[in-house]
């Protein structure tokens, strides 16, 4: 090999180790990207006991998805499970819908999540909302009517 050949061969090299540095940092911020508390608000102190926020949640739940996502969110024939929706829905996700709402058109049937970003009682407690369902998605909460954490 020439010196010159040499010296390309090492640009090369550095390029390379460069790119693959770079490239691996970006993955690790993605993966960080996913930050645990913001996914999992909840706190659960005994069976079926929860933090004031989840057991909130329940209520306003209750109050405003109940009628077409079903008792204790496990789904209605005209709306879908948000237990099984929050498996893969992330937080900014779910927020997203309840505030814009969302309409399916198929072949005939006709589904609208309404927008609820002007309904100030669901707004308010959003996060209590998104709380109580990710609580019941993970399992860690059972049907039904939670108990509260002593404050
Ligand atoms: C009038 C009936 C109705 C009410 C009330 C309602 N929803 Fe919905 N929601 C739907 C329907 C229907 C869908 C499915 C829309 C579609 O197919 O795109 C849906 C979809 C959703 C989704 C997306 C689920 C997914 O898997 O992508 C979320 C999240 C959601 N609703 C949350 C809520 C919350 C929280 C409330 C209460 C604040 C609520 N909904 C109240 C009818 C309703």
Do not use: W
């Not at 005209?78 to 814009?100: G, I, M, Q, W």
């Not at 072949?107 to 669901?122: I, L, T, W």
Request: proline share 4%; net charge negative; aromatic share 10%.
């Amino acid at each position: 090999m020439t010196r010159g050949q040499h010296l390309l061969l090492g640009v090369v090299v550095v390029v390379l180790l460069a790119v693959s540095v770079i490239a691996g940092g970006f993955a690790q911020q993605q993966a960080e990207d996913y930050d645990e508390e913001y996914e999992r608000p909840y706190r659960v102190c005994a069976e079926n006991t929860v933090d004031f926020g989840t057991y909130n949640g329940y209520r306003r739940y209750d109050g405003f998805c109940l009628r077409c996502h079903g008792p204790d969110g496990a789904g209605s024939s005209y709306a879908p499970s948000l237990v099984e929706s929050l498996k893969t829905l992330r937080r900014d996700d779910f927020n997203e819908v309840v505030v814009n709402g969302r309409m399916n058109l198929q072949a005939g049937q006709q589904s609208v999540m309404p927008s609820f970003g002007h309904v100030e009682d669901v707004m308010l407690y959003l996060d209590d909302i998104y709380s109580y369902l990710k609580a019941r998605s993970d399992g860690k909460l059972g049907r039904g009517r939670p108990k509260r954490c002593p404050s």
